[in-house]
């Protein structure tokens, strides 16, 4: 018989057979292995009572679960008083007797193949073993290398070769996946083969085996093996494993951990969940879910593609240009275009080559110096304003926190600082205090929701305001100028537009009306009417004082009525028309009273109060031409109507025209009659101007005074006479006619 030996890795005992009772197995009496001698006596008293037989059972035990010295002694006796094999008492199944046996090289497999074997039963091939229902697992060395640790892996059941050349096979394409080159070969068969050989039982069969483990291992270890291994970790995560890792990995290699295995470990692992997440947060700025794992595993395991290659394909695909485009929505605030497709892509090849993250790029655009703009015109939407060195800072920060420009615009639109814009905004285009409730609320509220939602900005609201309220605007021309005009007045229109650009305010516009040409217009209008004049420059600052506290044009028009300025113009008035001295009380009073108020609520000039009063006192001037010429006339006598028209007008008073009729041709006829009739020569020019003013004074002097004096005081007027001396000239009569009624002086020197 030639012996047979197989190649393999170590057996578990749910697989293994010890070697059992056989006078052609000899067995060392000391080591309880199989010799290579002769047959031995086949007393089966020596086999199961021998230390040998002990330490075989307790050594077969011991690596196969363990059992105890008296359980062993037990198993002994067993097999000494049944006759029965070790295999068949340790496995439950009868051997058969007299099997010879073969070598064979063995390794972890789901089943174990033995060939050529014989029995006295008959032949057998290819005989099947059941694998065992539980593996023994493999202690593990937990690593910290890129948060990385192997699984417990489970040991195969182990297979067996029948020739070194296909333990050899066996081992490359577990360990490197691919056949073994020639030169491979080469070194590692006679390795093989040069592996000590040890003998035992596989079900009933007794088998010669050398175990490959020491090449496995060394192969395990090789460089290439190395590579290979931290090629994987590249293609999987990006990154070399730390040498424990490897090693790790390479010792489970050894033991017949598949590299497969030892990958799919690697794919499996939370480190390679980590690396992804890693992935999709430096591109997308967000962790992995379930189906983007899923989807990395994929491209990573199943389609070959490097660790780099699949975060250079993420970087560069819709997902990572739609989240760019969305980074320009949420910083500038705008929608991107084609231009911006070289920045996008720019963008894409850095966060692929790992020279920027998402978050990177985001944070970047943020705090460019270009973004200032965007910052300012946000500005200018809310407040009308660039932004200044603390804005610009709580925007970079709520942008860097996550926010959209768009989410923060929301938040600022219904922020404090925005309630008082608004309300700032009230003051300025109406001019007063905005409520805290009711409609003003309502259109803040109303306004704030359209600037959040970017419907509208500052501007808009002031230009929109300023045009719904232009009625204010006429009413600022009314209150200033006392006119009442319409939209399409140039001021209304151009204020309107200054307060929509905010370059003016309701409040700087009525000043600047108050102080414009136009107002000093509106005052020499204001002063004509009440005191027929224009306004001087002390009117002008009264009226501007008046306007700026508060009191439009037409109040102080009323107040104006009823000062003592226009009691004492009235007075005048009176004086002017009537040539007499207006009394305090009465009628005249009240007729004085209506005018003011008249005045007052501007439906009454002076000019016009004038003119009625001396169209309405004709009587009076009637009453002088017959004083003076000694004539009754009607109304339309040509001095009468005259003097009634340049009194109205204010072009001479009632004294004035008196002046004027007693100078005039007419009176000097009259007196050129008195001189004839009294013998005298005709009077000379200076002689007329005397008698003239003579017939003045003493009308003047009977107007005013004479006719309401009492008879007391006019008797004290003519105790005070002085009479002129005898001697006197006609010219000194005339000249010195008496007014003894009057005043004890010459009746040519009244007034």
């Not at 059941?157 to 073994?180: C, L, M």
């Not at 010669?208 to 090629?231: C, F, W």
């Not at 990006?238 to 010792?251: K, L, M, Q």
């Not at 009323?558 to 207006?582: C, F, K, W, Y």
Request: charged content about 20%.
């Amino acid at each position: 018989m030639t012996d047979t030996v197989l190649f393999g890795l170590p057996l578990s005992h749910d697989t293994h057979s010890l070697l059992k009772a056989s006078s052609s197995t000899p067995v060392d009496p000391v080591s309880g292995v199989f010799t290579d001698g002769g047959p031995i006596n086949s007393s089966l008293d020596y086999f199961g009572t021998s230390p040998a037989a002990l330490k075989s059972i307790e050594s077969f035990l011991s690596k196969n679960g363990g059992i105890s010295p008296e359980s062993s002694t037990a198993l002994s006796s067993s097999l000494l008083n049944k006759h029965e094999a070790l295999s068949s008492v340790v496995s439950g199944t009868k051997s058969t007797l007299g099997t010879t046996g073969k070598m064979q090289f063995l390794s972890p497999s789901s089943a174990i193949f033995v060939s050529d074997t014989a029995s006295s039963s008959g032949s057998e091939t290819a005989r099947a073993a059941t694998p065992s229902a539980g593996l023994t697992a493999v202690s593990f060395l937990a690593v910290t290398g890129s948060n990385f640790s192997w699984p417990g892996f489970t040991t195969p059941a182990p297979q067996t070769w029948n020739t070194a050349e296909e333990a050899d096979k066996y081992i490359f394409n577990t360990i490197e996946e691919r056949d073994p080159t020639a030169a491979e070969s080469a070194t590692y068969i006679p390795k093989l083969e040069a592996l000590p050989a040890t003998q035992t039982v596989i079900n009933g069969v007794l088998v010669n085996y050398r175990d490959i483990t020491p090449v496995m291992s060394e192969v395990a270890h090789l460089q290439i093996t190395t590579d290979k291994l931290q090629g994987q970790f590249q293609t999987a995560m990006g990154d070399n494993a730390s040498s424990d890792v490897i090693s790790a990995g390479e010792d489970y290699l050894g033991k017949g951990v598949s590299f497969g295995t030892l990958r799919e470990a690697i794919f499996n692992s939370d480190a390679e969940k980590s690396a992804i997440s890693t992935v999709y947060q430096e591109v997308h700025g967000q962790a992995a879910n379930d189906t983007d794992q899923q989807y990395a595993k994929q491209q990573l395991f199943q389609n070959g593609i490097t660790f780099q290659q699949f975060r250079i394909n993420e970087a560069h695909s819709w997902r990572a240009t739609d989240e760019l485009k969305q980074v320009i929505r949420d910083i500038q605030d705008r929608e991107p275009g084609d231009y911006d497709n070289g920045w996008i892509q720019s963008q894409e090849d850095q966060i692929g080559n790992g020279q920027q993250t998402f978050g990177s790029v985001r944070h970047g655009l943020i705090y460019n110096d270009g973004e200032n703009g965007i910052f300012d015109s946000y500005e200018q939407k809310l407040y009308g304003v660039n932004a200044d060195d603390p804005t610009r800072t709580w925007l970079q920060s709520n942008l860097d926190d996550g926010k959209s420009l768009r989410e923060i615009r929301v938040i600022d639109a219904h922020s404090s600082r925005m309630q008082d814009t608004l309300m700032q905004l009230i003051r300025d285009v109406q001019g007063r205090e905005p409520a805290s409730s009711g409609s003003d609320e309502s259109f803040i509220q109303s306004w704030m929701n359209d600037l959040g939602n970017g419907n509208t900005t500052l501007a808009t609201l002031y230009s929109g305001l300023a045009s719904y309220d232009d009625d204010l605007l006429r009413q600022q021309v009314k209150f200033v100028t006392d006119q009442d005009v319409g939209a399409d007045d140039s001021w209304v229109v151009s204020t309107k537009q200054q307060i929509g650009n905010r370059q003016e305010t309701l409040a700087s516009a009525r000043n600047n009306l108050i102080n414009s040409d136009r107002a000093n217009a509106a005052f020499d209008v204001y002063e004509q009417r009440l005191y027929a004049v224009n306004a001087g420059s002390a009117d002008r600052d009264w009226l501007r004082s008046n306007l700026n506290s508060g009191t439009s044009l037409s109040g102080i028009r009323v107040i104006d009525a009823h000062s003592d300025r226009m009691q004492g113009t009235l007075n005048q008035l009176i004086r002017d028309v009537q040539g007499r001295e207006p009394t305090p009380t009465g009628d005249e009073q009240r007729f004085i009273q209506s005018w003011m108020n008249d005045m007052g609520n501007n439906t009454r000039t002076l000019n016009q109060t004038y003119s009625e009063l001396a169209t309405y006192d004709d009587g009076i001037l009637k009453q002088q031409v017959k004083f003076v010429t000694g004539q009754d006339v009607g109304s339309d006598d040509s001095w009468v109507s005259g003097s009634i028209q340049q009194i109205g007008n204010r072009q001479t008073t009632y004294w004035g025209a008196v002046m004027t009729l007693t100078q005039s041709d007419r009176a000097h006829g009259v007196i050129q009659d008195v001189y004839a009739d009294w013998g005298q020569l005709p009077p000379d020019t200076t002689a007329l101007q005397t008698a003239g003013t003579a017939l003045y004074n003493l009308s003047y002097a009977w107007t005013t005074t004479i006719q309401n004096q009492t008879a007391d005081q006019l008797a004290a007027e003519a105790a005070a006479y002085q009479p002129i001396a005898g001697t006197a000239s006609y010219g000194q009569i005339i000249e010195n006619i008496p007014c003894p009624l009057i005043r004890p002086r010459p009746c040519s020197q009244v007034l």
